[in-house]
């Protein structure tokens, strides 16, 4: 049976400048190197995508002057093209985040403090409902709610929303396009929850912080849809002490090391998970190859982790050693203006 060498990647961006919205590139993973960039459908402020369970769909953050919303676009694989199907906006700013699970898409707007439901109707997506948060933190940057992450649970069961602005993680569980409210963890003030991780085989869960550049490891209740704090650990060196907005978090398939991004510091975190607690110990902080990294993903292979760094434009290529957690330059590196987040087919 052949073992596939090149992999399809798609990277979303700001189009402030001098972007044109979705780029593709392909990882050759017998050369070790990024290559064949180019522009895969032209969008506004495409920031954040998410492909289909199926891998046969991507859907992306739009922006249409003063509308904001989602697109929806079929992938061809073979001609590495992406095909509008149709697109959903509102008057407003468009969400910072979304996340598919079969025939549900979610948002997260940053702006707006809401979060968005949206049925995929034979891979239309419909116009959604959509719920507003209230509250705000202590933090200058908390004078409202900023929910930046809208995800599904690994079962599917709940939403899971991380909101920067009121320092909580809400769980809400969906039916048709609505919402009701399960629980709500409140984090220290001041923090700033922005991404979560789940651990692919334990009730654990990783809670990364913007404002205080720190992951928090939960307990998870799956049956009831709660989250209990058991341990913090920080993201950045101790001596660091300029601005940093810690970014993404992503954790490998065997659990065994998760993965956090800093912009300021501009690194990239790894991190060992105990085999039974869950819980995280620093291995070892390294530069992101460029300013800014927004995101991070590993590969298909998971031998290689492929950092996005949104103010030098590049997406740098790293080997990941799948004993120790440790990443080192491959020596590849790709221009992709204004680049937020990337994902492999």
Known sequence: MAVEKTFLGFAGTYTRETSE????????????????????????????????DDKKYLYS?????????????????EKRDLSLINGQLVEGAPPCHLDAHGEILVTGNYH????????LNNVQVEQGNFLKHEGNGPHKRQEKPHVHYTGFTPDGRYVVVADLGTDELVTYRIKGDSLSHVSTLH???GSGPRHIAFHPNKSVAYLLTELSS????LDYDKETG?????????????????TNDASAIHISSDGRFLYTGNRGHNSIAVFSVDDRSGELTLVEITPSGGEWPRDFVLDPTEQFLIASNQHSGNIVLFQRDTATGKLSPANSEIEVPEVVCVKFL
């Open 61 to 77: 953050v739009a922006q249409e002057e003063s509308m904001g919303g989602v697109k929806s676009f079929q992938i061809h694989p």
């Open 21 to 52: 919205g979705i780029y593709r590139f392909s990882l050759n993973i017998d050369t070790k190197q990024l290559e064949q960039v180019e522009v895969a459908a032209r969008v506004d402020n495409p920031t954040y995508l998410t492909i289909s």
């Open 187 to 189: 984090v220290t003030p």
């Open 112 to 119: 707006k403090g809401d979060i968005g439901v949206h049925l």
């Open 226 to 242: 709660q989250f209990n704090e058991k341990q913090t650990i920080k993201a950045i060196p101790e001596s660091f002490n300029d």
């Open 214 to 217: 720190e992951v928090i490891i």
